[in-house]
Structures are given as structure tokens and as C-alpha cells.
């Protein structure tokens, strides 16, 4: 599959940084997703890897913190108002999936939405709590006025899924 990486034309910063995506841990039985708009894709260890950040306060950490695969699910501009229902509510509270009527579907290592135009599943490789020591003055007051930074997760992408 990694081969198969490298015949993939889309656009990364306009995927990660203006298309709305999932991160979704867990398994059929029991996962959490949320919307996120901060990743980046790469190559590190001599793997493909993708790294996004949660939040501790965040019911999906919880499932990434007990998950060795999690995914991150692109989605059409019509998904959009969806997935910020998705971001800005806890699975804890309701069932946000149900509500928003998507459609869980396994990728055979993880969870994804049949709805989703690109999945990357992951296997987490490594994770680390950012140092707020090492962040800019103007970031932390700008994204982190609470004090509540972020858990850096890096995963090998160990398969992709693209209508």
C-alpha cells in the first residue's frame, strides 16, 4: 500500500486545510469521532505518516489514547455543516454519528463513514503532549488562553480509501 501513496495527486494543504475531515478512533463496537482542522502529512522514520492533535478534554483522546489504528476522513463541501456539528458536540452527551446521519463502515483495521470521499487509516507510532514552553507567546494566546494544549499524535498510514 505504501507504493500506492505515491500516486496520490491531491492537493494536501487544500485536504487538510480547507476540506472538512474526520478523526475517528475506535472500533465498530465503540468509537468517538470529531472534526479537525490541524494535521499535516508527511514522511518521518522512512514511513508515510499523518499527525493531527487532540485536545485531553476531548472524548475522542480517550479512544485514541486505547486505539492502535485511528482514521482521518475527508468529506464534500455539502458535509460541511455535519461535520461542524460533529466538532462542536461530545459523543459523551448523544449520539452525534446517528444525528447527523452518517453511516459508520469498517476499513478493516479502523472506523470510517460510508459518506467519505478519502479515508487514511493510521497506525499510531508515537504521541506526545506539546511543550508550552516551546510555543509561540502569540499561538498561546491566540489557540491556548486555557491553558489546554494539545496531544500530538503520529500515525503511519498503513492504507488509504478514495471514492
Same mark, same amino acid.
Given at each position: 500500500m505504501q507504493d500506492d501513496l505515491y500516486?496520490? #495527486?491531491e492537493n494536501i494543504f487544500k485536504i487538510v486545510g480547507k476540506d472538512?475531515? @474526520?478523526? /475517528?478512533?475506535?472500533?465498530? $463496537?465503540?468509537?468517538?469521532?470529531?472534526?479537525?482542522g490541524w494535521a499535516t502529512i508527511g514522511v518521518l522514520w522512512s514511513r508515510n505518516v499523518l499527525v493531527c492533535?487532540?485536545?485531553?478534554?476531548?472524548?475522542?483522546?480517550?479512544?485514541?489514547?486505547?486505539?492502535?489504528?485511528?482514521?482521518? #476522513?475527508?468529506?464534500?463541501?455539502?458535509?460541511?455543516?455535519?461535520?461542524?456539528? @460533529?466538532? /462542536?458536540?461530545?459523543?459523551? $452527551?448523544?449520539?452525534?454519528?446517528?444525528?447527523?446521519r452518517l453511516t459508520p463502515i469498517s476499513?478493516?483495521?479502523?472506523v470510517t463513514f460510508a459518506e467519505a470521499r478519502l479515508?487514511?487509516?493510521?497506525?499510531?507510532?508515537?504521541?506526545?503532549?506539546?511543550?508550552?514552553g516551546q510555543i509561540p507567546d502569540v499561538v498561546k494566546a491566540r489557540h491556548y488562553p486555557k491553558g489546554d494544549y494539545h496531544r500530538v499524535y503520529v500515525?503511519?498510514?498503513?492504507?488509504?480509501?478514495k471514492k
Open positions: 500516486g496520490f #495527486s472538512s475531515a @474526520l478523526l /475517528t478512533a475506535g472500533t465498530l $463496537d465503540g468509537f468517538n469521532c470529531m472534526t479537525i492533535f487532540v485536545r485531553p478534554s476531548r472524548y475522542t483522546y480517550e479512544f485514541m489514547e486505547k486505539s492502535d489504528v485511528f482514521t482521518v #476522513s475527508f468529506y464534500d463541501e455539502s458535509y460541511r455543516d455535519r461535520l461542524a456539528y @460533529l466538532g /462542536t458536540h461530545s459523543g459523551r $452527551d448523544a449520539d452525534k454519528v446517528k444525528k447527523c476499513t478493516g483495521e479502523g479515508t487514511f487509516v493510521c497506525k499510531k507510532l508515537y504521541h506526545q503532549d506539546l511543550d508550552a500515525g503511519e498510514i498503513i492504507d488509504y480509501q
